[in-house]
């Protein structure tokens, strides 16, 4: 993971050419895009340091802005009706303790997956973002296991975590032509988290 998060930062823009260059020279095509690189950084907002924060932005935000960039210019130069979907969170559209950056992330993603669905309809493109509940990753344990993670899902109608395939299975979906019809949507999976 940490060599993903490496090879994202800004810093790292340039190598972003090599990627599409590669995946093309394997597929042939590319025709979609997910966004799903993140980190979290637990702290209380007056806490919270700047190196946190950016590197929070970098991995979360901005990377997933770089990427969908380079794919849309892609899918519109080559006339490709691609799809994107970005990997926001119920972070984007709630608060949480101690995730200030996180949630500041996931919001920001949200926003950008609005505005890049309604400039790019006009071609094709489909983009949406997907916020999940906590996810039993290697983040979601990070973040969630123990009793803070126990009182969470007291709080949630489904009483649980989603697994990762949840998630996959709802990626899926958007990226397939049983959803052509949806694009600029924040997909909610989070067990009725936000319904309160």
């Given at each position: 993971m940490e060599?993903?998060?490496?090879?994202?930062?800004?810093?790292?823009?340039?190598?972003?050419?090599?990627v599409l260059s590669e995946a093309v020279k394997t597929f042939g095509k590319v025709d979609i895009l997910v966004n799903c690189a993140g980190i979290v950084a637990l702290e209380?907002?007056?806490l919270i340091s700047e190196s946190d924060w950016d590197r929070t932005m970098n991995i979360?935000?901005?990377?997933?802005?770089?990427?969908a960039q380079m794919l849309g210019k892609y899918f519109i130069e080559n006339k490709i009706p691609g799809c994107i979907v970005n990997m926001a969170s119920q972070a984007g559209v709630i608060a949480l303790d101690k995730?200030?950056?996180?949630?500041?992330?996931?919001?920001?993603?949200?926003?950008?997956?609005k505005v890049m669905a309604y400039e790019w309809g006009k071609y094709g493109i489909r983009v949406n973002a997907v916020s999940p509940t906590v996810v039993l990753t290697e983040l979601?344990?990070?973040?969630?296991?123990?009793?803070?993670?126990?009182?969470?899902?007291?709080e949630m109608p489904s009483g649980r975590f989603a697994e990762p395939d949840e998630i996959a299975g709802t990626i899926a979906f958007l990226c397939?032509?049983?959803?052509?019809?949806?694009?600029?949507?924040?997909?909610?999976?989070?067990?009725?988290?936000?319904?309160?």
């Open positions: 060599r993903i998060q490496n090879f994202l930062c800004w810093e790292r823009r340039p190598l972003l050419p090599e209380k907002a007056e979360n935000l901005k990377a997933t802005f770089m990427m995730h200030v950056a996180y949630c500041a992330s996931k919001g920001a993603i949200i926003s950008m997956t979601g344990h990070k973040a969630w296991d123990g009793p803070v993670g126990d009182a969470f899902k007291q397939s032509g049983a959803a052509g019809m949806i694009t600029g949507h924040n997909l909610l999976v989070d067990g009725g988290y936000t319904i309160k």
